[in-house]
């Protein structure tokens, strides 16, 4: 049960992100989530996208350095403490966390987390038997 | 005995020109030209003798030591070059039985292209003398404290000056290079007068000593800075800030070290040592011998020494030789500044860096072939920056994934060269392509003056 992230490799440079999501918009390419690491030099576009083959695909073709991640994206209710319960569960079973980001889908009260940690399968299988929802990649269409 | 004259074309300045060794440094070319005559027939033959590297070559060419008369005869001898000095490594050039041998000095650089250059005792005596004339020249006296800030160890700058400042009798400081607090405390402390180290970093000096308000502390008179190029301008700099006069020192570890040729009072052209080292500039496409006063490559060939004599060693450095009478009153040669390279070897921060070698890191670190070298001098301190395009293997979702990878080529990078370069990653197919040659050399410190 996980999304499939693709990141790209984006240089610091003025205009560079947006010729990047004319690329994306000319291919009618729909973005769930965003989010970008940055360094002086350069920044890490990650993004969750429904068709993530097709993305690829396309930014290959295009000269982009990309690739794909296997990321867990956590759904929960909208509301204070959600994310807090989350992320105790990961702290009190020693799961490191890379790195997280956050989306809205269409239905109401919900958010969902996207989180990049160390061993997928060991922390998908607490959060479970912690009865978190997780959602796959197919499940992104309904969101 | 010091020899007096009268200059009035510097600054007004009467100026008492002395000599470490005025019999050679002054003599009438006549008798420069039947000592290199003299020391070239037995320098050969020696060679000849010694080195079946070198023997296979003039072989090669149909010259025996016989055919060496005089020094006109020198453009007969085959040639040597770097690729000689990586092929023989590390024993084939050497002339002389390894016993007799008390020194080692090296280049920095890979096996491939550093230079390890042998001394016999006496070598160091004439390396050392011709260290010693520099200091002379440039004001320097027995009652002198000459503070030796170029790196001490394999490379030559360090020993070369500290064993000349020893020869011609000044109280020596050996600081080596770095800790600059403690360079300038020991400066005011111990009244240095005579700075000796690369021009970059007397330029840095300066700037230190002028944001501490120590400028009147202290003593300094001279300064001798080599081993990279500098510009007119950046010596207008230093004298300025430090309040000194600036002479330029050229060498090669190859030939010896610092001292191969040096600057004197006029300060129009490094002379160069005659009486151990002959000088023909050539093209460096045709290996022609050029006439004096023209452009070429510059070629030593080592008449004294023993250990690790080379004969016609071409340095890829760009000059132009001047036999005019030179106002100091020394009659040996003088060679300008270097002018560039025939070859695409950069000096950066004093040491000497080959595209070929970044090349080999990248490539050994999984990064693709194309890149681009960019140096620049910031403050008077040169900075070497490397960009490299991304590759999907290098590339991770994660910063510190790619700040790893960008660190192991960094370190790959330092202890390939032996200086920091800065890695820049850049987007895939963003370095130009050319068709021909590759431009992956952008210099903008316009070090050469033409």
Known sequence: ?143 | MPVILNNDRERNLKLMENYFQPEVECASREEIKALQSERLVKQVKHVYDNVPYYRKKMEEKGVTPEDIKSIDDLHKLPFLTKDDLREAYPYGLVATPLEDCVRIQSTSGTTGRRVVAFYTQDDLDIWENCCARAIVAAGGTKSDVVHVSYGYGLFTGGPGLNGGSHKMGALTLPMSSGNTDRQIQFMCDLGSTILCCTPSYAAYLGETITEKGLKDEIKLKAGIFGAEAWTEEMRHDIENTLGIKAYDIYGLTEISGPGVAFECSAQTGMHINEDHFIAEVINPKTGEVLPDGEKGELVFTSITKKAFPLLRYRTKDICILSREKCSCGRTHVKMTKPMGRSDDMLIIKGVNVFPSQIETVLLNQGYPANYQIIVTRENNSDQLEVQVEMTAEMFSDTISKVEANEKALISALKSMLGIYAKVKLVAPKTIARSEGKAVRIIDKRNLYQN
Request: hydrophobic residues 40%.
């Open chain 1, 1 to 143: 049960m996980n999304v499939k992230q693709i990141s790209v490799f984006v240089e610091n440079e003025a205009g560079n992100l947006a010729d990047l999501t004319k690329l994306l918009s000319e291919n009618n390419i729909d973005m769930r989530a965003l989010s970008i690491a940055d360094t002086k030099d350069f920044g890490i576009l990650r993004i969750i996208v429904d068709d993530s083959y097709k993305t690829a695909c396309v930014l290959k073709d295009a000269g982009y350095v990309c690739n794909i991640t296997p990321v867990l994206a956590v759904e929960m209710s909208d509301e204070p403490g959600s994310l807090n319960k989350i992320l105790m569960i990961l702290g009190e079973n020693k799961l490191n966390l890379e790195y997280t980001y956050a989306f809205n889908g269409r239905k109401e009260g919900r958010a969902y987390m996207i989180l990049r940690v160390d061993e997928n399968e060991k922390t998908i299988d607490i959060l479970a038997k912690n009865g978190v929802k997780m959602i796959g990649q197919d499940d992104l269409k309904e969101l």
